[in-house]
């Protein structure tokens, strides 16, 4: 008989902790291993299950030692923040388990840093975990592929009021599959905060505007516009909950399949999707 996977949360407290947690509890072949928050999080010592809504005490408290969390852990699924996410690929790396990788806003060099822990781990990272969106990504691909630079691409996205960075991961990851249909570079080619007298927009620019306001879940427009028509193709996210499912999926692949686990590696949602 096969071994529960155990799943480790971050942001154990918060909603998406909190929806990951329910869902792990209610998934068979998963159990909750752990839950971290941040020092001086008040969510400290309380009961995970209690902490997400559940019926019924897991037994297992929130902590801020991942060190503890990550050695009960064959997985760990990681909305948190840039700094931290890079800390624990560190971890994972050291203990080699799965690290699942939802958080946005990376630098350059914390990039690399992932990078180089995937060389121990296997790391899942996605500027967005939903199915819908990663199959989004691959249309985007392939229309960019399809029409010339004549086709200008501007990606529109707008998120609650509480979102700190910008353009979302999302759109990132749109922008960057419309760039490789392109066969071109999304540093070098993208628009971003057009304000004032701007010029006329640059051939075969990339763009990205940014909205924020209320409760918005996510809502992303890649729009292809040429004389006289245009083409959008547009993603809705309704519920976190399809990007907590999408995380469990992507832990699970992680895994491997029979038996076997998966090597190390630094793979996305088109990997755990076989889009790629």
Known sequence: MAQD???????????????????????????VAGGLEAE?????????GLLAGLAAPLGIAATSDALAVIKDADALIDFSVPSASVEFAALAAQARIVHVIGTTGFSEDEEARIAAAARHATIIKAGNMSLGVN????????AAK???????????????????DAPSGTALLLGEAAAEGRGISLKDNSERGRDGITGARKKGA?????LRGGSVVGEHDVIFAAE???????????DRGIFARGALKAAQWG???????RGPGLFNMADVLGLN
């Open 146 to 164: 399809a029409l010339s630079d004549d086709w200008d691409i501007e990606i529109v996205e707008m998120h609650h009021r509480h979102k700190v």
């Open 5 to 31: 996977i155990r799943i480790a949360v971050t942001g154990a407290g918060g909603r998406m902790g909190a929806t990951l947690i329910r869902l792990i509890a209610g998934t068979d072949g998963l159990t």
């Open 40 to 48: 001086g999080s008040p969510h400290l010592g309380k009961d995970l």
């Open 228 to 238: 006289n028509e245009r083409i959008v193709l547009r993603h809705i996210a309704e």
């Open 255 to 261: 895994q491997g399949a029979n038996g076997q686990k």
């Open 135 to 142: 199959l989004l990504a691959a249309l985007v691909r392939q």
């Open 206 to 210: 990339i763009g990205f505007a940014s």
